[in-house]
Every structure is written in C-alpha cells, then in structure tokens.
C-alpha cells in the first residue's frame, strides 16, 4: 500500500491566486480528513468527509476555502483566493473510523503564498 | 517584529536512556488515544494506541499507560536511539471527534 498521497509536496504562490491540493487516500478508509500545520497553531482540524460526504467543516477558516471529495479516491482542497496567512503545512490523513486504529496521515504540502 | 508560536515542551535525553512523555488530555469521555511520531518533513506517523478499558498497552520499545482519574497519558520508550528524535503528539477520541495535543520534542543526544 503507498498510504496517502498528497500533491504537490510543495507549491509557492502569490497572493490572490488559486491554490489546489490534492489527496488520494488508503483504499477502504471510509474516513478523510484535511488538517493545517503551523508553528502558531499546531494540528488543526479543517474539514472531514465520511464516505465522500462532508460531516464537519466547522475548521474551514473562511469562505476562500473550498474542499471535495468526488469519489472514494480522491479530494481536493482549494484555496481562493490565496493569501499569505495561508502559508502552512496541509496533511490530508484517511482513517478507517473511530476507534479503529488511527489516522494514516499523507507527507503533506507545503504551501507559502508571497 | 517578534514571531509568537507554540512554545513546545522539549525532552532531551542520552542515546541509550529511558524517555518519558507526558500528555494531559481534556475530555472524561475520550475512550481511544493514540501516540503518533512526526519527524522532519513528514506526516504524523501512527505509534501505539490504547482504549479507555485499559491502563497499559506495550508495543516495540514502546508502553503507554493511562491514568483516567487524572486524564493523563504517557509514552515510555525504551533504549532510545537517535532515529527517536521527533515530536510526539498525543490524541483523543470521544466519539467522532479526535483532539491532538501540541507536541513534545525530543531531542537524543549521542
């Protein structure tokens, strides 16, 4: 199994223009979940699907932010515009449910936004 | 100007030692937690897990004991060696909803 994949590993931008990450999770992980890292921060939550539907996106920041998940094998994760203050590390992690041996998180993307 | 962030707790100790990381954890009605490893430039990295119906979980060089009275997690890990070098996150599940804590970093002197 490769575990999740995220894409791009890392993307640079300028403010104002649109940004779109990308994760493919672990086959039969009902669960993905799209976390942000910072140093001021930590781990935070930002939106969860179960079986490709939202259940939580009370984390999503502010209305530039956008997240899908189209099928059971893929989710994106957009940002528009883009604003500095997005800079950060985004992991996109799948999970079989709770309880049920934790999150497989992706190596994330690392987004700075100039 | 000066850059305010997560003051991370920072354990240090010698190649060979015994670690102890502590984690206080919020929620009486968590009832799954799971240690996870972050090294550099990488993802969280599942460790060990442990439910509410026990005290004390043992892996590879790794025990994790719970004390619910207290809400209070630990990771003990053994003979450290300098691939141990990371920060460590403790999580709880209550439910549907999982909290990660801030991290320690841990730092194996050689």
């Known amino acids: 199994d490769a575990g999740v994949i995220q894409s791009p590993r890392h993307e640079v931008t300028e403010m104002g223009q649109e940004v779109t990450l990308r994760c493919k999770p672990i086959s039969g992980h009902d669960y993905l979940f799209w976390y942000r890292q910072t140093m001021m921060r930590g781990l935070e939550l930002l939106i969860y699907?179960?079986?490709?539907?939202?259940?939580?996106d009370s984390g999503m920041p502010e209305d530039r932010f956008s997240a899908k998940m189209p099928n059971a094998s893929f989710s994106t994760l957009k940002i528009q515009p883009s604003e500095p203050r997005d800079s950060a590390v985004y992991f996109c992690a799948s999970s079989l449910g709770p309880g049920q041996g934790g999150y497989t998180f992706g190596s994330g993307t690392r987004l700075t936004v100039v | 100007g000066e850059s305010v962030g997560l003051h991370l707790p920072t354990l240090s100790v010698q190649e060979g030692d015994n670690s102890i990381i502590n984690c206080a954890y919020s929620?009486?009605?968590?009832?799954?937690f799971i240690w996870y490893k972050q090294e550099s430039g990488k993802g969280p990295q599942f460790i060990i897990d442990i439910r509410s119906n026990m005290d004390k979980r043992q892996g590879q060089r790794v025990t994790v004991l719970l004390n619910k009275t207290v809400k209070h997690l630990s990771l003990q890990i053994a003979a450290t060696q300098p691939g141990d070098s990371a920060v460590y996150f403790c999580a709880e599940t209550g439910g549907f909803k999982t909290i990660f804590g801030a991290g320690t970093r841990l730092f194996v002197k050689a």
């Open positions: 929620n009486s009605a968590s009832d799954y």
């Open positions: 699907f179960n079986n490709n539907v939202p259940i939580d």
